[in-house]
Structure formats: structure tokens, C-alpha cells
């Protein structure tokens, strides 16, 4: 499920309405989530069209909040839910050929490897 503009104003009511409930200035929830306070205020104000999950997930660190709470209002689902690698690829990107989808896929198993990341093991974190 995509995000839509209301979600992202509704999550900047919600991230208002904690911290004020926690009496914390933008300043200083700013700083104990080591976001510049524009950006805080521009989440605050629903104006980030797509706010990504390392700024949602400090937010929630630094107002002492479950990170999923913020996630479920951008409707954002555990990517447990998710396709694996190739069913992905070859949905999002069906108007490539085989070939060059395989290469793709050849090309992130290479990465994989190399850090250590094993696509065929359940995946234990939050997307978008």
C-alpha cells in the first residue's frame, strides 16, 4: 500500500501531538533524534512526501514510541509480508526481459553475499 499525502499529514499530527503531550520543544526533539529541526518541522507539517523510514524510526526512538505505530499510519507492512527477490523483480519490473532480470538478480546475490545477507531467510524489519 502506497502512502498517501494524508497519511504523511496525519503522522505529522500524530509526532505533534506526542511530543507536546511531552512538553518537548522542536529543538529539542530535534536534537535527541539527530535530525535537522527543519526537517522535524517539515514532518510536523505533512509537507515530506515520502518520509523515509531511518527519520520515522528516529522520531519514534527519540519520543519513546513504538517505530510501527508511525509505520501502520504511513501504511507501511513488515516486509515479512513481502514477495521475495525474484517474484518481486519480475513483478516490478515485468517489462524487462528475462535475461537482463536474471543478470539483475545474479548482480544482488553477489552483494548479498558479500554482506553477509541470505534472500532465502525470513526478512525481520519494517518497510515502505
Request: glycine fraction near 4%.
Amino acid at each position: 500500500m502506497a502512502t498517501t499525502p494524508d497519511d504523511v499529514r496525519q503522522l505529522g499530527r500524530l509526532i505533534h501531538q506526542t511530543r507536546t503531550s511531552k512538553k518537548l520543544s522542536r529543538l529539542a526533539l530535534a536534537r535527541r533524534a539527530e535530525v535537522p529541526r527543519t526537517t522535524l518541522i517539515r514532518l510536523e507539517k505533512g509537507t515530506i512526501a515520502r518520509p523515509r523510514v531511518d527519520l520515522v524510526s528516529a522520531i519514534a526512538v527519540a519520543l519513546e514510541v513504538p517505530a510501527s505505530e508511525y509505520f501502520a499510519v504511513l501504511g507501511w507492512q513488515a516486509d515479512a509480508t513481502l514477495p521475495g527477490l525474484v517474484p518481486y523483480l519480475k513483478s516490478r519490473y515485468s517489462q524487462l526481459p528475462p535475461e537482463t532480470l536474471a543478470e539483475i538478480q545474479s548482480y544482488l546475490q553477489t552483494i548479498a553475499e558479500r554482506e553477509g545477507i541470505d534472500f532465502d531467510q525470513p526478512p525481520t524489519r519494517l518497510v515502505e
